[in-house]
């Protein structure tokens, strides 16, 4: 195709067909202003078409990648020199590589492979790359989500299905000691989402029933009854009359300072805060009390929120519950009535949690994150968050710390 012909009528396709011979570009070295204008520049007095562009700054060195058409017959011996020429007295380094066509198709089955390290080992990742291969997946791209609180690295693989690669990748990283989340990819991990989490040791360090019975002074009687409880040992509502019993009699006032006892797990503001400005809705089910969570709903600006409610008569704990029971199967009920009230698919769910009580819901959504979760729990969930930090659900969903941090900026 010479310069002076339309360059791409509206009637004839523009993709490169795979017996076109094309010459991929490699740029190396310091990064700085002008490098992708300075080589197109050189390109184009060769009248070629750019295919495909990959750009990579690591720590200040640049690779960029340029896919082109070959030049017109007779010129590419002028273009190669051109290019070093040019790559030279900018001081990086050029190679040039002759080939045929596009880049081979990817394969059938895309997924992203979330790996959060603490730190993340050469070790892990080798494992890790090696898990991906053994399933027959391809890793398309690698891209850095996180330096902090942990190092977030993205995966992009083809070639497998989400599936086995969970599982693989599952038994892996607890092997490891590392978290790694395994989603299909496409378009609906960026259509809008609701988040649902459970409250107690998830969104909040503490276990409210504890922090009431610290006042009650039975704290001891009813932390064994809720481990048991979370063992899945215990029906979760039987535990609940159990706990709330202990209660009777306490005075409700109680209720002011508990609310002030409980302390958010970090990166929590985060989390939601970024969330609410991606569009997300997000709302809270617990097995503790409205007494509380109507205050964090409140305060986090939460869309929905559902807990038991500790039944308060002349000023006093009854030591009951009234209204509906949220327990294990409750709570799962919970994200599908937000999910309809939000209008979001139940695919396109996020549920957080901790606990046995938490499994129908984790399993209900479209991805469970367990977060530092018991094993029982653990095991269950499409994936697990082992470290103390919530805002890292975030980078399961794709967003980079850079991003949150952007938008945190922004808004100062
Ligand atoms: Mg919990």
Redesign the pocket.
């Known amino acids: 195709m010479s310069a002076s012909q339309p360059r791409h009528p509206a009637d004839v396709p523009v993709a490169v067909p795979d017996d076109v011979p094309t010459l991929l570009v490699k740029i190396f070295g310091k990064d700085r202003p002008g490098i992708t204008a300075g080589l197109f520049d050189t390109l184009a007095a060769y009248s070629v078409d750019v295919v495909d562009i990959e750009q990579v700054v690591t720590r200040g060195r640049i690779v960029l990648c340029a896919l082109v058409t070959e030049p017109p017959p007779g010129l590419e011996g002028d273009l190669r020199s051109t290019v070093h020429s040019w790559a030279e007295s900018m001081r990086m380094q050029a190679e040039i590589i002759s080939g045929i066509g596009d880049n081979r198709p990817r394969g059938l089955g895309r997924s992203l492979v979330t790996v959060l390290g603490h730190p993340l080992t050469a070790e892990t990742t080798a494992a890790i790359a090696a898990k991906i291969t053994g399933t027959g997946g391809n890793i398309d791209r690698i891209f850095r989500l996180a330096k902090y609180p942990v190092t977030a690295v993205e995966f992009a693989v083809s070639g497998t299905e989400t599936e086995p690669l969970r599982t693989a990748l599952a038994t892996e990283s607890a092997a490891l000691g590392v978290d790694v989340a395994v989603v299909a990819a496409g378009l609906h991990r960026r259509a809008q989402r609701l988040v649902v989490m459970?409250?107690?040791?998830?969104l909040i360090q503490d276990?409210v029933i504890e922090l009431f019975a610290a006042h009650a002074g039975c704290e001891d009687k009813v932390a064994e009854v809720t481990a048991a409880a979370?063992r899945g040992e215990l029906d979760f509502e039987q535990s609940l009359h159990a706990r709330v019993a202990l209660l009777e009699g306490l005075d409700a006032s109680v209720v002011d300072k508990v609310r002030s006892e409980v302390r958010l797990t970090p990166g929590a503001r985060t989390l939601i805060r970024t969330l609410k400005r991606l569009g997300y809705q997000v709302g809270v089910v617990s097995?503790g009390f409205t007494q509380v969570t109507d205050d964090l709903q409140d305060r986090l600006g939460l869309d929905f929120a559902q807990a038991n409610t500790l039944e308060i008569v002349d000023g006093k704990l009854t030591g009951r519950v009234t209204g509906e029971i949220v327990d294990r199967a409750g709570k799962a009920r919970l994200l599908r009535r937000f999910a309809a009230e939000a209008g979001v698919p139940l695919a396109q769910t996020v549920a957080i949690?901790?606990?046995a009580n938490?499994l129908d819901m984790l399993n209900a959504a479209g991805l469970g994150v367990a977060f530092n979760a018991k094993p029982v729990v653990r095991e269950a969930a499409h994936t697990a968050v082992n470290v103390p930090f919530l805002d890292t659900v975030l980078y399961l969903l794709g967003i980079t710390r850079e991003e949150v941090e952007a938008a945190d900026a922004h808004d100062d």
């Open positions: 459970d409250v107690d040791s998830t276990e979370m097995g949690g901790d606990g938490d």
